[in-house]
């Protein structure tokens, strides 16, 4: 942590709090990126010193009167919902163009919308996701990502005492930091009260006018349903519908993918496409997340009960598993996607067109990738593991490890190399 920042006491420091101290000194500017109720402004005022918070009035009246007043106050300057005044963002950047100082702004809020300059060299964005469970401080990480990905292939050690229900839990309650600790009830309205947000106030906020609140309601149920699957978006629209002829066109559904998309609810996992020719006819498909498997279980009625005695909910997608296997991939995948930005890597899947291979995971760095899958199961076996076989047998030396990652009791490395790491053991 650099000299001078002192976090206040009930702060959960975060993975992208290394980040910041990393990158922070050096960067002029950083918007903190992501939904809503993830805690970016919570986040962002660990290190400011002065802050304009433009969901209040007044500091929106006087920086709609004169963007280029965040310049006045001591650095670090916290500009909160800066979409709330579109003007203050290439304030920013014009501010950062006179003195490219590190350590100046950090702004909270939307991705640039259409019309305003990217800020590309000027503003980077760094992603914020709910938090993993290592930030829920579920259970002490003792196999680091990092590591694994120095592609030393370390040995492992450590001892989980979660069990399958306690990750069930998990996947219900959520990474909101608001939202944790709160008794079922309270927490189910809590989460549907985000959900109607979304589509009463988010999406028009956004610029998209909802005709159809019903729908697009449908349809986000519909995209929970096929949470960890690559499903076509005709799928997606028939789960959404029923199958009935009055569905939403193609045009209309694939605007609901972007706005969300933009609203960061919708967190898909692109496809793999490596720039090396290891593979033949590899799908360019995304497979599908919400930002957080607890509004998917939320979209689709579900409670720990349900998932655990294996009921699908609604608005059914073909899938192979359980719909418990793929919210547990979904908290995998939030988990793995937060420590991997940490070092820089990014996040994928592989699957190829025929559908007879596929990885789950697959960390891309410099230096190779990791594969990783994600097994429901305690004890993962051969038959589990072939597609990291597969892989490896295909990467070569570019494949740094290849991990499965399980709701087991203990971390270990197989005999032939292959790294069993229970959820719960994962850390950055």
Sequence with gaps: MPSGTRFDRGYIRRVVDDELDELFPHLPAILLDGPKGVGKTETALQRCRTSR??????????VEADPMIVAQGPAPVLIDEWHRVPSVWDAVRRLVDQGPVGGRFLLTGSP???GTHSGAGRITTMRMRPLTLTERGVAAPSVSLRALAAGDRPHLSGKSTLTLRDYVDEIVAGGFPAMRGLPARV?????DSYLERIVDHDLLEAGFIVRRPAAVRSWM???AAATATTASWERVRDAATGGIDSKPTKVTAATYSDFLRTLRVLDPVEAWLPTRNHFDRLTGAPKHHLVD????ARLLGQTSRNLISGQEGQAAVPRDGTLLGALFESLVTLCVRTFAQLQGGRTYHLRTQSGRHEVDLIVETDDGVLGIEVKLGAVPTE?????????????GDDLLDSIVITTGPEAFRRRDGIAVVPLALLGP
């Design 383 to 395: 038959h589990d593991l072939r597609h990291l076989v597969w892989l490896s047998d295909r990467l």
């Design 221 to 223: 149920r519909a995209y």
């Design 53 to 62: 918070r433009l969901d209040t009035d007044p500091d929106r009246a006087i």
């Design 187 to 191: 927490l189910a309205a809590q989460l």
């Design 293 to 296: 498997p607890a509004l998917a």
């Design 112 to 114: 640039p919308m259409t």
